[in-house]
DNA sequence: CGCATTTGACCAGCGC
DNA sequence: GCGCTGGTCAAATGCG
């Protein structure tokens, strides 16, 4: 299985990297007046975890004191009630809102907000409706949390469910730590694999188990997906350290 | 009563 | 320098 994976994201990433030089070459039309926001290389329906490794030069370019380092921004659309009018994307994290602002572009009110489980916690988090889709919250996300999500503390200090990650909304597309993966399907099928056949002893049935596991996981676009973006944020992180 | 949220004021960056 | 805009602060308010 993890071969297959292996070879999945190697694919992925290949087809990754082609996509970001594109979108770095549709960049060269800046409409951003104000200095942030430019970094952002997501394309519409796909996840934007930009990172800062494209972004440095630019600003460098730019505004010489600008620092290097520079805050992680990514972006998750998260699909909620259009009379929901409450602007809280459940991503795991607990979040304290210090700010709520009418911007130009963009009727609906933005709200801002900070974490709130660490007190250290750098990260902030930007919560405004799409303008094209007013059902689709988007929720920007700056800087890296210090500190595991209170749902893996809970899963690895108390009963560690599989699948415990608390999301109220339904995710759309989401990047970096607020990644969902939707493997109810393939631990439904291996549940029921293991309820169909509760003596599971032979490897045989093991090998086929875990091929089947293996198989439905690549074939899944979802789940593809999500690992080369999980994988590919591990590793710009670790890059950019 | 303590905490989170609300909301107007304030500040800094940017363009003219 | 001035006005506009986005981001943040902090006092007021609400809620459990």
Redesign the pocket.
Known sequence: MLKAMCESYNALQSQLVDLMNKNTEKELSPTK?????TSNNNNGNIIGNSESSSTDEEESC??PR?EIIKAKISRAYVRTELSD????VKDGY?????????????PC??????C?FAPSCPV?K?V?RSVDDQSVLVA?Y?GEHNHLPPSQIEATSGSSRLGSVPVGSTPVKSSGPTITLDLTNSIKSSDEARNSKPKLDSPEATQYLVEHMASSLTKDPNFTAALAAAISGRMFSTNSN
């Open positions: 007046k104000r200095k942030s926001e730019k505004k600008e009018t409450s602007l809280v607990q979040w304290r809102k210090y700010g709520q602002k009418v911007t130009r572009d963009n009110p933005r709200a801002y907000f900070k709130s902030k930007k405004q920007t700056e």
